[in-house]
C-alpha cells in the first residue's frame, strides 16, 4: 500500500481538481489498509507540500479561489455549451470502454473487493472531473485510467464466456479503429494552438519568430494574455510565474475578469515582485490580435498592470496584431 499513497500523495501537486480524488484514495486506505496506512497517505500528501511550496498558498489557490469564483462562474455560466464541446467529444471518441464499464456496473455491487475498488477509483475520478463545471476535455483523463480497467474486466470475461468471440472481437476492433482514424484525419486538418482549420488564424508564427530574432536566448519575456506557446515558440523563458490569464474563463464572452482564479488581488503584487526580480527584456501584448479571446481584456483595463508596464516599458513595434513594448531602461 505504501506505493499508492505516495502516488496519492503526489498527485495533489500537479492538478488542483484532483484533491476530491485524493480524499476518495485515503476512503479506501482507511476502509482496505487500516486508519495507520490512511494517515500515512495523509502524512506523504502534507509532507509533499510543506517541501514544495506553501500549504496556505496551496489551499487559496487549489480550494478557495475555484470555488469562490473559477468553479462557480462555470457553473453559472455555459454548462450545457462545456458539456457538448468537453464531455460528448470525449465519451464519443472513447465509446467503447464506457460501454463496456456500463454492461458491467449491474454487478457492481456483487464483484469481489479488488474490482470495487477500481469503481469507487472511477466514482470519485469522475466527480473531480465535473465538479469545476468547465467539462475540458483534459479533466476525463483522471477517470479513464480506472475505466480502461472496468471494461478491460469486462471485454475478458465476455470473450471467455461468449459463443461467438470472433463477433466481440470485430466489435471491439471497430469501436478502437474508427475513433483512432478519426482523430488522425482530423489532426491533419486542425491546428491546435489557435484551435483553426488550415493556416493559424490570427497567425501567431510571425509575432513569435520577431520576438525571438528581437531578443537574447538568456533574456526574459512577459506575455499578456492567455498565449503560453509564445513562450515555448520563441524559446524565451518568462520573466513572471504567470504564462497565462484568465485560464478556463469565456473570455469571448467578456467575462468579469474578477471570475478568473488567476486574476485576483493578490496577483498583482506577485507580479510586481516577479517583473523586479527578472525585468522581461519584451512585453508582448497578445490582446491588440485577440489571440486566444483575449480581445477584451486589454492592459488598460487593469490598473496595476498597466502603471507596471508604463514605468519602464513603451510600445515599439505591432507585429501580426501584437503589441511589442521595449524597455526604456536599464
Same mark, same amino acid.
Given at each position: 500500500?505504501?506505493?499508492?499513497?505516495?502516488?496519492?500523495?503526489?498527485?495533489?501537486?500537479?492538478?488542483?481538481?484532483?484533491?476530491?480524488?485524493?480524499?476518495?484514495?485515503?476512503?479506501?486506505?482507511?476502509?482496505?489498509?487500516g486508519?495507520?496506512?490512511?494517515?500515512?497517505?495523509?502524512?506523504?500528501?502534507?509532507?509533499?507540500?510543506?517541501?514544495?511550496?506553501?500549504?496556505?498558498d496551496?489551499?487559496?489557490?487549489c480550494v478557495?479561489?475555484?470555488?469562490?469564483?473559477y468553479?462557480?462562474?462555470? &457553473?453559472? *455560466?455555459?454548462?450545457?455549451?462545456? !458539456?457538448? =464541446?468537453?464531455?460528448?467529444?470525449?465519451? +464519443? /471518441? %472513447?465509446?467503447?470502454?464506457?460501454?463496456a464499464?456500463?454492461?458491467?456496473?449491474?454487478?457492481?455491487? &456483487?464483484? *469481489?473487493?479488488?474490482?470495487?475498488? !477500481?469503481? =469507487?477509483?472511477?466514482?470519485?475520478?469522475? +466527480? /473531480? %472531473?465535473f465538479?469545476?463545471?468547465?467539462?475540458?476535455?483534459?479533466?476525463?483523463?483522471?477517470?479513464?485510467?480506472?475505466?480502461?480497467?472496468l471494461?478491460? !474486466?469486462?471485454?475478458?470475461?465476455?470473450?471467455?464466456?461468449?459463443t461467438?468471440?470472433?463477433r466481440?472481437?470485430?466489435?471491439?476492433?471497430?469501436?478502437?479503429l474508427?475513433?483512432?482514424?478519426?482523430?488522425?484525419?482530423?489532426?491533419?486538418?486542425?491546428?491546435?494552438i489557435?484551435?483553426s482549420f488550415?493556416?493559424?488564424a490570427?497567425?501567431?508564427?510571425?509575432?513569435?519568430?520577431w520576438?525571438r530574432?528581437?531578443?537574447?536566448p538568456?533574456?526574459?519575456i512577459?506575455?499578456?494574455?492567455n498565449?503560453p506557446p509564445i513562450?515555448?515558440?520563441?524559446d524565451?523563458?518568462p520573466?513572471?510565474?504567470?504564462?497565462?490569464?484568465?485560464?478556463?474563463?469565456?473570455?469571448s464572452k467578456?467575462v468579469?475578469?474578477?471570475?478568473?482564479?488567476?486574476?485576483?488581488?493578490?496577483?498583482?503584487?506577485?507580479?510586481?515582485?516577479?517583473?523586479?526580480a527578472?525585468?522581461?527584456a519584451?512585453v508582448v501584448d497578445?490582446s491588440?490580435?485577440?489571440?486566444?479571446?483575449?480581445?477584451?481584456?486589454?492592459?488598460?483595463?487593469?490598473p496595476?498592470?498597466a502603471?507596471?508596464?508604463a514605468?519602464?516599458?513603451?510600445p515599439i513595434?505591432?507585429?501580426?496584431?501584437?503589441?511589442?513594448?521595449?524597455?526604456?531602461?536599464?
Amino acid at each position: 500500500m505504501i506505493g499508492p499513497a505516495i502516488l496519492t500523495a503526489l498527485e495533489l501537486l500537479f492538478l488542483s481538481s484532483t484533491t476530491l480524488l485524493a480524499v476518495g484514495v485515503g476512503w479506501l486506505f482507511l476502509r482496505r489498509g487500516g486508519l495507520w496506512e490512511a494517515l500515512g497517505a495523509l502524512a506523504l500528501g502534507l509532507l509533499a507540500v510543506w517541501l514544495t511550496s506553501s500549504p496556505a498558498d496551496m489551499w487559496h489557490w487549489c480550494v478557495d479561489r475555484l470555488v469562490s469564483s473559477y468553479g462557480a462562474s462555470a &457553473w453559472h *455560466g455555459s454548462v450545457a455549451h462545456n !458539456v457538448a =464541446v468537453g464531455l460528448l467529444p470525449y465519451v +464519443a /471518441s %472513447s465509446l467503447l470502454v464506457w460501454i463496456a464499464a456500463a454492461s458491467a456496473a449491474p454487478r457492481a455491487i &456483487w464483484t *469481489g473487493a479488488a474490482e470495487r475498488v !477500481v469503481w =469507487v477509483w472511477f466514482g470519485v475520478s469522475l +466527480a /473531480s %472531473s465535473f465538479a469545476g463545471g468547465h467539462f475540458f476535455g483534459h479533466y476525463f483523463i483522471q477517470p479513464l485510467a480506472p475505466l480502461a480497467v472496468l471494461a478491460a !474486466v469486462e471485454i475478458d470475461r465476455r470473450l471467455s464466456t461468449s459463443t461467438r468471440p470472433g463477433r466481440l472481437r470485430a466489435a471491439v476492433a471497430t469501436l478502437t479503429l474508427l475513433p483512432a482514424l478519426g482523430f488522425f484525419v482530423f489532426n491533419l486538418v486542425f491546428e491546435p494552438i489557435s484551435e483553426s482549420f488550415g493556416a493559424p488564424a490570427p497567425d501567431f508564427r510571425v509575432p513569435s519568430e520577431w520576438v525571438r530574432t528581437h531578443t537574447e536566448p538568456d533574456e526574459r519575456i512577459f506575455v499578456w494574455g492567455n498565449f503560453p506557446p509564445i513562450y515555448v515558440l520563441t524559446d524565451r523563458l518568462p520573466a513572471s510565474r504567470f504564462v497565462g490569464f484568465m485560464r478556463g474563463s469565456e473570455r469571448s464572452k467578456n467575462v468579469a475578469p474578477e471570475t478568473g482564479w488567476d486574476m485576483g488581488p493578490e496577483v498583482w503584487p506577485a507580479l510586481e515582485a516577479d517583473f523586479a526580480a527578472h525585468p522581461p527584456a519584451l512585453v508582448v501584448d497578445t490582446s491588440t490580435a485577440n489571440l486566444s479571446d483575449f480581445g477584451f481584456y486589454p492592459m488598460s483595463r487593469f490598473p496595476r498592470l498597466a502603471a507596471l508596464v508604463a514605468r519602464d516599458y513603451q510600445p515599439i513595434a505591432v507585429v501580426g496584431g501584437v503589441t511589442m513594448y521595449g524597455r526604456t531602461r536599464r
